[in-house]
Antibody
Framework: QVQLVESGGGLVKPGGSLRLSCAAS????????MSWIRQAPGKGLEWVSY????????YYADSVKGRFTISRDNAKNSLYLQMNSLRAEDTAVYYC???????????WGQGTLVTVSS | QSALTQPASVSGSPGQSITISCTGT?????????VSWYQQHPGKAPKLMIY???KRPSGVSNRFSGSKSGNTASLTISGLQAEDEADYYC??????????FGTGTKVTVL
């Protein structure tokens, strides 16, 4: 079955950096687009970034553009999110998600918590 | 791109039907028949319940149904059960954005 396991979250100071990872299994990772979505404590879902199966197409939400970088390693069945210049408002649970047919978010990981605080 | 508008809360008694609306614009909900709905229990990951406006993934109860009219999508839960108590989010594909989520609706089973 589809499994997505995020890691790399934690406490970081404002202005700091963090790299999230997502290990995928149960499907042919290289066939699927992937996405990161976040949820601030007690708040709704916010789409963060999206990458095509080959990595050639990438989109970012305006709120993270220029600070976050999405990437993938199809040989390792892994998705990444490099987060730089972190702000308090980036505090959230970050979910890794599979994208079906290039548009449908169909499976989500359990999430990893990122806390930005001094 | 602004978040899609959902009611903050909806409640109903067991066995009743409830409907959650999701209002967007002609740039998202109105342009694409690609609205999905997710159920999220506290502390858990979201689960896909409806896609392409009205289709159910395998394993999702037929008590869940979806529809769309113009810039507004809707999720109806029939025969409300205690396990349906959760947060529900709509999501529309929006082209180069490419996703916009709804504000979320807390469903309470009375």
């Amino acid at each position: 079955q589809v499994q997505l396991v995020e890691s790399g979250g934690g406490l970081v100071k404002p202005g700091g950096s963090l790299r999230l990872s997502c290990a995928a299994s149960g499907f042919t990772f290289s066939d699927y687009y992937m996405s990161w979505i976040r949820q601030a404590p007690g708040k709704g879902l916010e789409w963060v970034s999206y990458i095509s199966s080959s990595g050639s197409t990438i989109y970012y939400a305006d709120s993270v553009k220029g600070r976050f970088t999405i990437s993938r390693d199809n040989a390792k069945n892994s998705l990444y999110l490099q987060m730089n210049s972190l702000r308090a408002e980036d505090t959230a649970v970050y979910y890794c998600a599979r994208v079906l047919s290039g548009y449908l978010i169909d499976y989500w990981g359990q999430g990893t918590l990122v806390t930005v605080s001094s | 791109q602004s978040a899609l508008t959902q009611p903050a809360s909806v409640s109903g008694s067991p066995g009743q039907s409830i409907t959650i609306s999701c209002t967007g614009t002609s740039s998202d909900v109105g342009s694409y028949n690609l609205v999905s709905w997710y159920q999220q229990h506290p502390g858990k990951a979201p689960k896909l319940m409806i896609y392409e406006g009205s289709k159910r993934p395998s394993g999702v109860s037929n008590r869940f149904s979806g529809s769309k009219s113009g810039n507004t999508a809707s999720l109806t839960i029939s025969g409300l059960q205690a396990e349906d108590e959760a947060d529900y989010y709509c999501c529309s594909y929006a082209g180069s954005t490419p996703y916009v989520f709804g504000t979320g609706t807390k469903v309470t089973v009375l």
